[in-house]
């Protein structure tokens, strides 16, 4: 049964795809000579497509926010290796550590004096705290969005169900209606 509803579905969707024309919108639809199946199966097509679309979008967020995380836990590593006998930080000779520094400042936004080359041990201290809050403030945002993908993913899989069980009924009638006439 489920193979006759595949095979429907795919029979359905060969026909929707025939009858698509290329725009500079995207692409044009003939909908006057679809079936209800047909353009069941389109609504619920073009639903799903948009579901992961924006399912994309949220990883590729998430991605990205990941990898200033690494970037700032690998900033924090290198203050500490930088700091010296006596809890200070002094990077006047250490060029890589300048450089990420300003990147946290410049691309991160984060309240970093970059121009500075040697911190107490309170202000290095303080450094290090401004930087792991904002790593906290990443990984807040990075679940948050992955709960909304999450939901995103239930919702496609809503989606292909209730694809499925639109599309059993439809497909169910058109084999009574076989029955009918061949008796």
């Known amino acids: ?50 579901l992961e679309k924006q399912m994309k979008d ?19 590593s290198t203050i500490n ?7 200070k930080l002094d990077i006047s000779k250490k060029q890589e550590l300048k450089d990420m520094l300003k990147r946290t400042q410049d691309e991160m936004g984060i309240d970093i004096d970059s121009s500075k080359t040697l911190w107490s041990t309170d202000e290095k201290d303080r450094l290090i705290e401004t930087i792991k809050l904002s790593c906290e403030d ?24 209730m694809t499925k069980s639109i599309m059993k009924p439809l497909h169910e009638d058109k084999i009574n209606k076989a029955r009918k006439m061949a008796t």
């Open 81 to 87: 290796k930088a700091i010296d006998k006596k809890g």
């Open 138 to 161: 990443l990984n807040s945002e990075n679940q948050m969005d992955l709960q909304d993908t999450q939901m995103l993913m239930t919702q496609r899989f809503e989606m292909y169900e």
């Open 1 to 50: 049964m489920t193979e006759i509803i595949a095979n429907t579905a795919q029979d359905a969707l060969s026909r929707l795809l025939s009858a698509t024309k290329p725009s500079k919108k995207g692409v044009d639809i003939n909908t006057n000579d679809m079936t209800l199946e047909e353009l069941a199966l389109l609504v619920q097509t073009e639903r799903i497509n948009s």
């Open 58 to 76: 949220k990883v590729g967020v998430i991605k990205e926010r990941q990898a200033k995380v690494r970037f700032l836990h690998d900033l924090i």
